[in-house]
């Protein structure tokens, strides 16, 4: 369906009002031939009066069609107003009957069409936005790197403004990867790797990476044996479960962290669990009426406006790579006392991997 350029003139906007009316046209010449018939047959006297009747109700036809048409024509300008600009159709749609059927047609068509135009467009954006978070992202690991070199020089060892700038610099390495997981988050389905694990080996590893962070913050770390083999993806649940340390340490001044498998939940939600996962701290706690809404994204909370740190994205993604993985999550928390955030691998995995 091609767009029209300008409004139809009139011969042509007659002519398909002609058409657009053919039917009520037709029927009336075909009454007035049939009646004609009848008294042609009937051989009756009267016949130039009721001429002269069919003259007289033919002209006021036409003066009806007349009338009728400028409302066409009326309803046409209206539609092509409409046709031109199909994003303030409200409001503007007229209420009579004739042109709709083609005209709606070729509005919905139009909609259509924009809303695809724009729906590429933001994705060509949304595309380029990534491609250059992902860029920069890969491109600052270099100068970070740099740093950490010089760091350890053999005049810097052991120095405790050496020891701060290396703790600055392992956030900042945090920070940098949390962009590049949030980027890929939405079409994490394309990175997944899906198999059995070992969760000990997946919790072991996350725990070595924050073992700096640890020695800086002066906290202990207490990790119990954990013996189990769960299906999902190495990668992504050990970023999750690096979030879930990193906040952790981040909120406690004092004592440590304790990571270990809760064996006396078998169900959760209604549903058997075949692992739980606790991640317990004595740290700050969180107040109850954050609690609902810590998983929301930008959130932060009493704790994180204390912290003038925190972006409130952690705990969101932590919570979004979880759903996709088919890993419940709960926490627990009492301010001044601790937080224990648990993570339940079901034994029937529902989730959607997307």
Known sequence: ??????ILPL????????????????????IVFIFLVVIHLNRLDYFLEIFYSVVISSFLL???????????????????????????????LPQTRGLQSEFYSEIIWKLDE????????????????KDYYSMWVHQIKTPIQAA??????????????????????FKT?????????????????????LKEYSLSSIVKQAVKKYAALFIYSGLYVHLEEIECLVVTDEKWLGFAIEQLISNAVKYTKQGGITIYLDRSCSTYQNQKVRACLVIEDSGIGIRNE???????????????????????IGLYLCKEILKKLAVSISVDSKTG???????????????TYE
């Open 148 to 169: 950490r070199l010089l760091l350890e020089r053999e005049e810097l060892k052991g120095l405790y403004v050496a020891k701060g700038i290396e703790e600055e610099i």
């Open 11 to 30: 011969p042509f906007l007659f002519g398909r009002y002609l058409y657009d009316k053919k039917v009520e046209i037709f029927f009336y010449f075909l």
């Open 337 to 351: 006392i601790g937080t224990k955030v648990s993570l339940y691998f079901g034994e029937e995995r529902k989730g």
């Open 290 to 312: 954050d609690l609902p809404r810590i998983f929301e994204k930008g959130f932060t909370g009493f704790n994180g406006r204390l912290d003038r740190k925190s972006t409130g």
């Open 62 to 92: 036409v003066l009806y069609g007349a009338y009728d048409f400028f409302r066409y024509v009326k309803e046409y300008k209206r539609l092509y107003f409409v046709l031109q600009n199909p994003e303030d159709i409200y409001g503007k």
């Open 114 to 129: 924009r809303c695809r135009k724009i729906i590429s467009k933001q994705c060509e954006q949304e595309k380029e936005r």
């Open 173 to 193: 390495e945090q920070y940098v990867e949390m962009v590049l997981y949030y980027l890929r988050c939405q079409s994490m389905a394309e990175d997944l790797l």
């Open 1 to 6: 369906m091609k767009e029209k350029d300008h």
